[in-house]
């Protein structure tokens, strides 16, 4: 049923204005406005804030996004049988294997991090993790041990996490989100990346729009001082370019006027005023000055490992931008720990860097949400495109593997402490509950109150969805 | 179970009971379809319809005859009473107990239509009446009554131009058709725009460019009747409209330049489809031969031929096929071939069509006429084509020059002979000797390795620098995981850059400083053949030598010889820098020395003295005799060349005995493989076997007899091949063969060749080329089989493929040649290192006849002759002179031939039926379809040509409503059909259906001219009507009359697109390079664009070009023109829209680019000269908005100076380029009124 839909012709602002006769004017505007944040933009604006379909806790997500495909064996999937299988050749003790991407077997591999059990929930934490193995911070997570991916190459993989379609140019789910729910502040994006230094394989279409307005795409933030294009004037002084501002507004009023009031122009005209607060409020966003030292350390921003800094001040952000309204914070990873955590080979120092990279800052972040209450309303999701293979690479990496590996979510409206799904006692395919990428999203979607199969955009003679025709919620970790 | 209600579908179908505003029952129907049956199936049949788990209410909405049976409240539909019927009241949401549907009120619009319908008699199609509860029943596919309904499969109408009332006011018929529908909703066009405002939309419009001052006065001066179509013919034959209208269709085939996906893969010569494009709207190309050209612009029989440089015009346009997104490492080819076809078929079908038959992928189209089985009809053209790079041959000066050669060649070859009576035993003998005579008199020669060791690498790398991983931490004393065993070690330990992660880790050894003090160093090298995996010797900081392996995991001596550079400094550095498959070296023992490290078997060199006495005493030609002298010398000690063979012979005779064995053992293993496998092609005939395709110069048969080639370095032809040594190495071409399956692990392809590459191409999948991860050992590129014949293999990840449709492929792009002599199918590998044919011939025979057994096959086996031949053996005189002076000739004419120049086109491959994919998947095969065109469009079947032929036949209504509907929306802002990519049921219905047809119509009247319908439609009075309402309209009469402005009661504002902002800042600051056609300009990179595949950086301000010749790579979009809705080039996109976010504001304020022009404009002004502060401001205000500043403006704008100067504390240029800064950013610049 999903090309079922109909779609009468949209009215935009400018129609909407004519209707109902009433022309331009303060008094006539302000009667049509949700509320005093979106007060300067007007109702044609994509990004004003709509209501979910339902109520939920939800209202922001952040997205860790592991690049490369962390090994689920050795983080949070605990599977004894590599230990005592060890050295032996998969083909016989597995059975057949599916083709890898470097198509280059070797011996089953067993982790070479202890696991322990912990926190209240008992989940199976590796030694690579400590600082989420914190009861504080553990007994917030629902794991999925089960998801799946359709793609074993990176490219293509990505599009499917970030989009539900292995193909290129589709929107991305913080795009989806945009369009879904909008944004609850209008001096920065609605859908921003924090990257850490690493683009994704598959490149800047990780985050685009897609078919959607442009209005949607992720806005790319480095973190250092200046972190997004064109947001620093380039005047020496402030007051030439506010010279500029009110002289182009004079001129503007005069165009306005000669077009009989063409809300377009009118837009573009307040599109000047937003783009001139967001050269402050962006600056401000990168002011750590107010953060207390404690928090700072928290984060790891003190650590001598530059890496963890990099990504503490990643966390820290997003933290900031939550704060702020920003509806999707993605996070991907700084750069230098060999191949993101594509460990082909050297997998032991390969992980061993990137955990340390990323486990000091999002323990941080969760009980940093926690202590500002706003863990309730944050959906924190942490996934890699893929996980890895139970047996070697070669010698000491493991391959892609996308037939069964673990993602967690926790924070806005997500059951602390559990786990659904279950590898095959390899950790090596999905056995029990196997989910999708879509389902991921489905349930990301329905955590903020969007039900996946409702949020539909026309394009291409049909009604596309982040979900296409699949998806189900994860009911499971839904509190 | 079904139920039919015939009485009551006569009743409703045919009783005539459409009432209301309805022409007829069809339209009453249409609107049905359209409007009511989409809002009842999403809104209501969840819990209303048969299909409903629970049927709620006792109410279905799924049937007319439900409506009016109603449920558990009563009937839900009076027909003809809107206010009776409980579905209104419902939907209203007026009476509080009684609100439907429950969560979500729908919109007035959509009440009202109901209302209209229900007036209208409530029509409903004859259909079944669904019974709850039954869920078997399958919708049924009926593509003719879909056909029928629909109102774009209809034929084009002629329709008559209506009366209007207004008689002074239509220009044309396009004004009458407008002019009667404002009447008839009680309006009235809007007052004309004024000159300047005309002028400006229609410049860029027609251009994507400003008018110039110039261009202003002219308009202003021209008193004429006729100015306005002075300045749009003017403007239709300028060069810059083909450029702006280019664009618009390149939207549409999602043109890029690069593949996107991991590593941004080159699309190479995209941009030859650009320029086709821009010269073919130049030159107003009718549109239908426009069409047929990409769709079949390859088999034409009679193709256009450029107009100045006379190569083939209509090829180029099927580029357009090939430039979607592509990834490398597909796990499945074969779904990666059908995400392509889908795209390539999304496009066609869009583009020219206005159907979205790519939605008929994976099940029959849900809402159009169109089947599964017609997706997959013209998935069988795609199957049965190839992607080809084809070399332009601008004026066919190759095609030329080769049938000269080839003519030339043939008369050469009428002398050629087999030498008799040379006597070539003369010469071995006589060579034989005096190398022997050489060594006896030579001192024993110097132990290579007795000089200074500088590092065997057994004590760890203290000597060297380690950066990266490759090298490890340490030497290693053998293979590391998965490499193969390595031979050839000394000692115990060496440098292996596969230490680190195998072939993907790079890292390097850098050595100490150090004096070199011996004229050789030697070492031990192994590995991948390239440069970046090499040893290399440093002097003065600049790379000096450099060795590498030989894509063997043999370590082998090698020698450089350092004379030149004694007493100086230097370094050696080890460097892996490669990732792919022999990503790495390896190298042991490096000893410098004063001897070369000589291979065992190696000998004097005979001086040349002794050998020029010795030729004219024997009666023998210098030259020869000399290269027969230096092969033994030079032997080596591999073995298998004739060198090797008599230098080791020279040496010690006993030791050649074993050749005579490893001749015998290489033809009793040459028996086996042929034996054991099967023979697919041996090109012994004289014409080329069926199914292969040729293009280019290069490839052609070499027949049934020996003759003579072009190509100095085996200048003898053998018969029996396909060779693009014939004609030398500076043609270029493509062998294809016919489409097979692939039913053996390996294809053996016996061959000599030297550059160019081999490929199998399963499944269409082209991207080998750049990346074999999970295709290994099916292309080899940048071979050198070192002037020997040899089996070639594809093998490794070929055997995966089995089963697969492919073909092979063999490319020589200009240098070097390849010559194929047979290919065959076999699970096993073929033989390697096949003996020479002098060898074969000599060892299993006594020395005392080797002479007579040489001259007699060399008189009469042209193998032999022609491997002699290649080494210099054969004394020129053994042939005609008048045949080498021929041959000579007409190699000269290689030095003539112009420089190659290629274009991505599409070719013919193997005809081919398609298989339905069933629910779109390709494991599942249904039925067989042959290629033929839509069914409801006649659905006839044939080539492409057909194809081509039907698409853009008369009785085909869409391809002429399409395009003009897409040139109207580019001049109106939005289509009569506003989906101008869908005119499908779920695009939108035509605002004014009979406008349409008539532009339609007239377009093919005037024989398919674009130029024609655009000046139309841009001389009309509709094109010129302000875009303010004429004030005589009450506005609250136009709010309920035209609010969305569907009847064209004034002409929309619309934004200038992104490459009109960027060109008409470059325009106004005097900074547009005016230059056409050729290679794109890099894309500028910010700090923002990074990633794999990242590209240098172009120029900030792209070297003032058109935004059209800026490169488009898909992963490094521009942000700037993204940032103004230029689409992501991944599918057609006939309708951009216009954004309005603050990034734009962002962009235009702050980025560099802007600013740069600024000043640029405000710098070149004030050098132009004198004029007063208020002439500069309006001649700026004009050139950036074609208006001039009324006095208010000129004002605020003189105030602005003078703030800024007192900020800057001086009047300088910095005022004026803030000035113009302000005026890029003014919406009177940056949109069109």
Same mark, same amino acid.
């Given at each position: 049923m999903h090309c079922h839909q109909f779609h009468p012709r949209q009215l935009n602002r400018r129609d909407m204005l004519r209707r109902c006769a009433m022309g331009f004017g303060g008094v006539a505007m302000q009667a049509l406005l949700h509320d005093e944040a979106t007060a300067s933009v007007?109702?044609?604006?994509?990004l004003a804030p709509k209501a979910p379909h339902f109520p939920a806790k939800a209202r922001n997500v952040i997205f860790l996004y592991m690049d490369g495909g962390p090994s689920q064996v050795d983080t949070?999937?605990?599977?004894?049988?590599l230990e005592k299988y060890h050295g032996r050749d998969p083909r016989e003790v597995i059975g057949e294997l599916a083709p890898t991407q470097f198509d280059n077997v070797g011996k089953v591999l067993k982790s070479q991090w202890a696991f322990k059990q912990r926190g209240e929930s008992g989940a199976w934490v590796s030694d690579l993790f400590p600082h989420l193995a914190d009861p504080e911070v553990i007994d917030e997570i629902a794991f999925v041990k089960s998801m799946t991916s359709k793609?074993?190459?990176?490219t293509s993989a990505n599009y499917f996490l970030?989009?539900?379609?292995?193909?290129?140019?589709r929107p991305s789910m913080g795009a989806w989100f945009g369009y879904g729910l909008g944004t609850m502040?209008?001096? +920065?994006? $609605?859908f921003v990346v924090l990257n850490g230094g690493l683009i994704p394989p598959g490149g800047l279409d990780c985050f685009g729009s897609g078919f959607l307005p442009a209005a949607y795409q992720g806005s790319i933030f480095l973190p250092?001082?200046?972190?997004?294009?064109?947001?620093?004037?380039?005047?020496? *002084?402030p007051r030439l370019q506010t010279n500029k501002l009110k002289l182009i507004a004079e001129l503007d009023r005069a165009t306005y006027a000669a077009s009989g009031y063409d809300p377009q122009i009118e837009g573009a005209i307040q599109n000047y005023e937003t783009a001139f607060r967001m050269q402050t409020s962006v600056p401000d966003l990168m002011d750590?000055?107010?953060?207390p030292d404690s928090v700072k350390k928290l984060y790891g921003l003190?650590?001598?490992f530059e890496n963890t800094k990099t990504f503490g001040l990643q966390c820290l952000l997003a933290r900031r931008l939550v704060e702020r309204g920003v509806r999707f914070i993605e996070l991907t990873c700084p750069t230098g720990n060999g191949d993101r955590w594509d460990q082909h080979g050297n997998l032991f120092e390969g992980h061993s860097r990137n955990c340390k990279t990323v486990d000091q800052p999002i323990a941080a972040l969760i009980k940093d949400l926690k202590r500002t209450g706003l863990l309730e309303s944050t959906l924190v999701v942490w996934a890699g495109e893929f996980g890895r293979t139970p047996?070697?690479?070669?010698?000491?990496g493991r391959d892609h593997n996308p037939f069964g590996f673990t993602v967690w979510m926790a924070g806005g409206g997500v059951k602390g402490g559990v786990s659904v799904g279950e590898t095959d006692e390899w950790g090596?395919?999905?056995?029990?509950d196997r989910f999708e990428m879509y389902d991921l999203h489905a349930t990301m979607l329905h955590l903020l109150g969007v039900e996946h199969t409702r949020s539909t955009f026309r394009f291409s003679g049909r009604d596309m969805r982040l979900t296409d025709v699949h998806g189900h919620v994860i009911k499971q970790i839904v509190a | 179970m079904i139920r039919s209600s015939t009485l009551l579908a006569l009743f409703l179908?045919?009783? #005539?009971?459409?009432? #209301?505003?309805?022409?007829?029952t069809a339209a009453a129907l249409t609107f049905f379809e359209e409007k009511i049956r989409p809002v009842l199936a999403e809104k209501?049949?969840?819990?209303?319809?048969? @299909?409903?788990?629970k049927v709620k209410g006792s109410l279905? +909405?799924?049937h007319l005859e439900h409506l009016l049976a109603g449920g558990d409240t009563g009937a839900s539909v009076v027909a003809g009473d809107a206010e009776a019927s409980l579905l209104v009241e419902a939907m209203s949401y007026e009476n509080k107990d009684l609100q439907m549907p429950p969560k979500e009120r729908l919109s007035p619009e959509v009440v009202e239509d109901f209302r209209k319908w229900i007036v209208a008699g409530a029509p409903w199609p004859e259909e079944p009446v669904p019974v709850a509860g039954?869920?078997?029943a399958p919708e049924v596919f009926d593509l003719e009554k879909r056909h029928r309904e629909?109102?774009?499969?209809r034929p084009l109408a002629v329709p008559a131009i209506p009366a209007v009332a207004?008689? @002074?006011?239509?220009?044309s018929p396009i004004d009458s058709f407008i002019l009667a529908r404002l009447e008839a909703a009680k309006l009235r066009p809007a007052e004309p725009a004024d000159d300047r405002t005309w002028l400006r939309r229609v410049h860029f419009d027609l251009t994507g460019l400003p008018p110039t001052l110039e261009e202003i006065r002219r308009f202003l001066d021209d008193s004429s009747p006729e100015r306005r179509a002075t300045v749009v013919d003017g403007l239709l034959a300028s060069s810059h409209y083909g450029e702006k209208w280019a664009r618009h269709w390149m939207d549409l085939v999602r043109y890029a330049e690069t593949y996107g996906?991991?590593?941004?893969y080159p699309i190479d010569y995209a941009y030859e489809y650009r320029d086709y494009l821009i010269r073919a709207f130049n030159a107003d190309l009718p549109y239908d031969q426009f069409a047929r050209e990409h769709i079949a612009g390859d088999l034409m029989r009679e193709p256009r031929l450029n107009a100045?440089?006379?190569?083939?015009?209509?090829?180029?346009?099927?580029g357009f096929w090939y430039l979607s997104e592509a990834t490398h490492a597909p796990t499945d080819v074969l779904a990666n071939e059908a995400d392509h076809m889908s795209n390539q078929i999304d496009v066609y079908s869009k583009a020219f069509?206005? +159907?979205?038959?790519?939605?008929?992928?994976?099940?029959?189209h849900k809402f159009d006429a169109i089947s599964t089985a017609d997706y997959y009809a013209l998935t069988g053209y795609l199957h049965g084509s190839a992607r080809t790079e084809r070399s332009m041959d601008p004026g066919g000066t190759r095609r030329d020059t080769a049938a000269r050669q080839r003519a030339l060649l043939t008369s050469a070859n009428a002398e050629f002979g087999m030498p008799g009576g040379v006597d070539f035993g003369k010469y071995l003998s006589v060579s034989t000797a005096l190398v022997r005579e050489a060594f006896a008199k030579s001192?024993?020669?110097?132990?290579?390795?007795?000089?200074?060791?500088?590092?065997?690498?057994e004590g760890g790398y203290g000597k060297w620098t380690v950066s990266g991983e490759?090298?490890?931490k340490a030497p290693v004393t053998g293979a590391i995981g998965a490499q193969k065993p390595i031979a050839g070690i000394s000692g115990k330990h060496f440098a292996n850059s596969?230490?680190?992660?195998?072939?993907?880790s790079k890292g390097s050894l850098r050595s100490q400083p150090f004096v070199i003090e011996k004229p050789y160093l030697n070492f031990h090298i192994g590995g991948g053949?390239?440069?970046?995996t090499a040893l290399e010797l440093h002097v003065g900081g600049k790379k000096v030598r450099t060795a590498s392996g030989k894509n063997v995991d043999t370590l082998a001596a090698a020698s450089w010889e350092l004379s030149e550079f004694r007493g100086q400094s230097a370094e050696l550095v080890l460097v892996d820098d490669h990732e792919g498959g022999w990503g790495h070296v390896i190298v042991d023992r490096l000893v410098f020395s004063d001897a070369p490290a000589m291979t065992e078997g190696s000998l004097p060199l005979v001086d040349r003295e002794t050998i020029a006495a010795a030729a004219t005493s024997q009666g023998l030609e210098a030259g020869v005799l000399e290269r027969w002298c230096d092969l033994i010398s030079k032997?080596?000690?591999?073995?298998?060349s004739p060198g090797s063979f008599l230098s080791r012979w020279t040496l010690?005779?006993?030791?050649?005995?074993?050749a005579a064995k490893a001749v015998a053992d290489a033809a009793a293993r040459d028996d086996d493989f042929l034996a054991g496998s099967t023979l697919y092609?041996?090109?012994?005939?004289d014409v080329l076997p069926d199914g292969w395709a040729l293009s280019g110069e290069a490839f052609s048969l070499t027949g049934t007899k020996p003759g003579f080639t072009l190509?100095?370095?085996?200048f003898l032809s053998l018969p029996g091949m396909i060779s693009s040594a014939t004609l030398g190495e500076k043609h270029s071409g493509v062998l294809r063969s016919p489409t097979f399956t692939i039913d053996s692990d390996q294809i053996h392809v016996r061959l000599r060749g030297q550059g160019g590459y081999m490929r199998v191409v399963m499944d269409n999948y082209h991207m080998a080329v750049f990346q074999p991860l999970?295709?290994? $050992?099916?292309i080899q590129k940048d071979f050198d089989t070192a002037g020997r014949f040899q089996w070639k293999s594809f093998d490794a990840d070929l055997k995966?493929?089995?089963?697969h449709r492919a073909y092979l492929e063999f490319v020589d792009e200009g240098a070097g040649s390849l010559e194929v002599d047979e290919i065959r199918f076999s699970d096993a590998p073929a033989p390697q290192a096949e003996p020479h044919p002098f060898v074969a011939l000599l060892a299993p025979v006594e020395e005392k006849d080797w002479a007579p057994a040489l001259n007699a096959a060399a008189s009469s086996d042209p193998v032999l002759l022609a491997s002699l031949g290649a080494a210099g053996l054969?004394?020129?005189?053994?042939?005609?002179p008048a045949a080498l002076k021929t041959a000579a000739e007409s190699r000269a004419l290689d030095d003539t031939l112009p420089p190659e120049r290629f274009a991505l086109t599409m070719a013919e491959g193997t005809p081919e039926n398609a298989r339905v994919y069933v629910?779109?998947?390709?494991?599942s095969l249904g039925e067989e379809v042959p290629p033929r065109f839509l069914e409801a469009l006649g659905g006839k079947a044939g080539d492409r040509l057909t194809l081509a032929a039907e698409t853009v036949?008369?009785?085909?209504?869409?391809t002429s409503r399409v395009i003009v509907n897409r040139l109207w929306h580019h001049l109106m802002?939005?289509?009569?059909?506003?989906?101008v990519d869908d005119f499908g049921p779920m695009g939108q219905l035509p605002s004014h259906p009979e406008l349409l047809d008539w532009l339609a119509t007239d377009l093919i009247a005037h024989a398919w001219s674009l130029k024609h319908t655009i000046r139309e439609i841009v001389l009309s009075q509709t094109y010129a009507q302000?875009?303010?309402?004429?004030? *005589?309209?009450?506005k609250n009469f136009l709010a309920t009359a035209d609010p969305t402005n569907l009847l064209l009661h004034h002409m929309p504002v619309r934004r200038l697109s992104a490459e009109a902002i960027r060109d008409g800042i470059l325009a106004v600051s005097g900074s547009l390079d005016p230059a056409l056609y050729g290679p794109s300009v890099a894309t500028h990179r910010t700090?923002?664009?990074?990633?794999?595949?990242a590209r240098a950086s172009g120029p900030l301000d792209g070297a $003032?070009?058109?935004?059209?010749y800026g490169a488009i790579y898909r992963n490094f979009l521009s942000p700037f023109l993204m940032t103004f809705d230029?689409?992501?080039?991944?599918g057609p996109k006939g309708n951009r829209g216009a954004s309005n976010v603050p990034a734009q504001a962002l962009a235009l304020m702050n980025d560099p680019f802007v600013i740069d022009q600024g000043k640029k404009w405000a710098d070149r002004l004030l050098a132009e000269g004198q004029l007063t502060d208020e002439a500069r401001i309006a001649l700026m205000y004009e050139s950036a908005t074609a208006h001039l500043p009324d006095p208010a403006i000129t004002a605020a704008l003189a105030a602005f100076l003078k703030e800024q100067s007192t900020t800057y504390g001086t009047t300088d240029a910095r005022a004026w380029s803030d000035l113009a800064h302000v005026l890029f950013n003014q919406k009177e610049f940056l949109y069109l009124r």
């Open positions: 007007g109702i044609s604006d994509p949070f999937d605990y599977k004894p049988l793609f074993s190459e990176h970030h989009t539900g379609s292995g193909l290129q140019g502040n209008r001096n +920065l994006p $609605g250092r001082e200046q972190p997004i294009a064109n947001i620093k004037p380039q005047e020496s *002084d750590l000055r107010g953060e003190e650590t001598d047996f070697a690479q070669g010698g000491d090596y395919r999905a056995v029990q | 179908v045919f009783g #005539g009971t459409a009432r #209301g505003e309805f022409a007829d209501c049949y969840s819990c209303h319809s048969a @299909e409903a788990d279905q +909405l799924d039954d869920h078997s629909h109102w774009s499969w207004g008689k @002074e006011w239509p220009r996906h991991e590593f941004d100045e440089e006379k190569f083939n015009e209509s090829v180029l346009a099927t069509l206005g +159907l979205t038959v790519s939605c008929a992928r994976c099940h029959d001192p024993a020669p110097a132990d290579p390795w007795a000089g200074i060791v500088f590092d065997d690498f490759a090298f490890g596969f230490a680190g992660k195998g072939d993907r053949s390239h440069a970046t032997g080596g000690n591999e073995g298998t010690d005779p006993r030791s050649v005995k074993s092609e041996a090109f012994d005939k190509t100095e370095a085996h999970l295709f290994r $050992g099916t995966k493929y089995r089963g054969v004394p020129g005189d053994v042939f005609s629910r779109g998947s390709h494991r036949a008369p009785e085909n209504p869409l802002g939005e289509g009569l059909v506003p989906s302000a875009s303010v309402v004429n004030p *005589d309209i009450d700090d923002f664009m990074s990633g794999r595949g $003032g070009r058109r935004t059209v230029m689409p992501n080039p991944f």
